[in-house]
């Protein structure tokens, strides 16, 4: 059925706030599927409406299963939008961020987003119909920010594993950036399904690379077990095998689904962070032990192919090798980066004293790289951070295992925006295709989340019609 899927482009402004005669144009990408809409109804069929992210627009039509089951249930049109300087949406051509990153920003995203939306309305006669926004992660705070903003262009969001509150901010004092990686350890414990030991010899593993970083002789023999492609060097170029470890965790737990899957970059296993404790599960191991334990726990996610020669301790896979455009918005807006910005302090997580969040550190490197220096404080200024209270009709849900939930609205702020925690649930595991092994608070959450949008669009379809002033026939 997806294979009917239309791309489309639409002629949109490259900036939203400037009202200079004869302003740019760029072609931003868009995918629709109209093939639920068949039939007569006698209310509007609703529009559901993915607000992508920092991604080319295709790995969410093809992950975004809720949207395909729910809109099939409700006949609904499905729009997928490509967020402007991702995928084939360049705003100033190819490499657009090289050329001129100015006109990347999460407000003019948002402005896309709704400018879209009414010319997908007039386009399919849909002047009438509901928009439901979705999005996982930062397409989560993204649909949730355009349902908060732009509350006529779209009656309500799902707002999958979204931390619109992830902003260290003196505006934003209840988020603390370490936090994330204690949400990661506890992945690591039997509580959440790993081996009883597992925490303790990851734990190990770092300290015996902070304790023998110095010594040569280790660097071999690090090189050695982990097949790096080059050996260390120095003590930092440990501590670079070091982070490129902890990003593997990071991985592991973002994608701990109940199956296998590709979403976080690699070929992952069911349950990972459970597989990868399987190697590190002894009860008193020798130090070769756990760095040959470590290694083959990597492997899951590094070498998730069985086909790499040598390991390339740089290049980290998933959600902690970002590229420069998602660095522009972390540098720019904070829009969220765990490595290598969030530190870990070795105490509450299983990792190692990582130092404090360093904001003047963070805008000088941002003034090297890109010559742009942002901070927390505007994104909380603008869109709120964790205060929703005057928002409405939004599902916010985040999994147990989500190291993200830290960010995320995790109690009902009204009756109109809820929280649903997922139990067993990783990084928007609500969102994916059902799936028999799919634990049952995921199926409940999908439920829930149903049952508001089957409200919004009721009540939508229930408004009463404007009323003209008073004189005006």
């Known amino acids: ?28 990408r868009y995918f629709i599927y109209d093939g639920y809409r068949n039939g ?48 084939e949406s360049q705003p100033v051509g190819p490499g657009s961020l090289h050329k001129d990153p100015s006109y990347l920003s999460i407000e003019q995203a948002l402005a896309d987003f709704a400018t ?58 209840d988020f603390n950036p370490s936090d994330f990686w ?17 925490r303790k010899n990851v734990h190990s593993f770092f300290q015996a690379m902070l304790a023998n970083k110095g010594r040569q002789s280790f660097w071999q023999q690090l090189s050695d ?56 599960a002894q009860m008193e191991p020798s130090q070769e032990d756990i760095l040959q334990g470590m290694a083959e726990a990597v492997g899951l996610l590094y070498n998730a192919t ?30 969220g980066q765990e490595l290598p910005f969030y530190p870990a302090n070795g105490r509450t997580d299983m990792f190692w004293d990582q130092g404090k969040y360093d904001e003047e550190q963070i805008r000088a490197d941002c003034m090297k790289q890109f010559n742009v220096s942002g901070s927390g404080d505007w994104p909380v200024i603008s869109l709120g951070g964790f205060d929703f209270s ?11 295992y989500d190291p993200w939930r830290i960010g995320g609205i995790t109690r009902d702020i009204s009756d109109t925006v809820v929280a649903v925690l997922i139990e067993e649930g990783a990084h928007h595991l609500d969102l994916m295709f059902s799936h028999p092994h799919d634990p049952p608070s995921v199926i409940n959450a999908r439920l829930l989340e149903a049952a508001y949008i089957k409200k919004w669009v009721q009540e939508h379809s229930a408004r009463k019609p404007l009323q003209k002033p008073f004189g005006i026939s």
């Open 1 to 28: 059925m997806r294979a009917l899927i239309f791309r489309h482009y639409f002629n949109q402004a490259l900036d939203h706030f400037t009202f200079k005669q004869g302003s740019a144009k760029w072609l931003q």
């Open 40 to 87: 007569a109804s006698k209310s509007p069929k609703p529009i559901f409406f993915y607000a992508g992210n920092e991604d080319a627009v295709d790995v969410y039509v093809n992950f975004t299963g809720l949207m395909w089951e729910l809109g099939k249930e409700m006949d609904a049109l499905l729009v997928f939008a490509e967020h402007r300087y991702y995928g």
């Open 116 to 173: 879209l939306i009414y010319h997908v309305k007039e386009t399919y006669d849909a002047l009438d119909s509901p928009v439901i926004a979705f999005g996982g992660s930062y397409g989560g705070m993204l649909a949730a920010w355009l349902r908060a903003k732009y509350p006529n262009a779209v009656q309500g969001a799902i707002a999958g594993s979204a931390p619109v509150g992830a902003y260290v901010s003196r505006h934003n004092p």
């Open 182 to 198: 204690e949400v990661v350890t506890y992945d690591a414990r039997p509580e959440a399904g790993a081996a009883e030991h597992c």
């Open 225 to 280: 077990v982990f097949q790096l492609c080059q050996a260390p060097e120095s003590g930092q170029d440990v501590e670079n095998v070091a982070y490129w470890v902890q990003g593997a965790f990071d991985s592991f737990a973002m994608g701990n689904y109940p199956y296998p899957s590709t979403y976080m970059g690699g070929a992952l296993p069911a349950w990972p962070m459970r597989a990868a404790c399987e190697h590190l």
């Open 306 to 335: 069985r086909d790499q020669p040598c390991y390339n301790a740089t290049q980290l896979v998933g959600p902690a090798g970002p590229g420069d455009t998602w660095l522009f918005q972390w540098c720019t807006e904070r829009a």
């Open 390 to 400: 005057t928002a409405s009709n939004i599902v916010f849900s985040n999994g147990e």
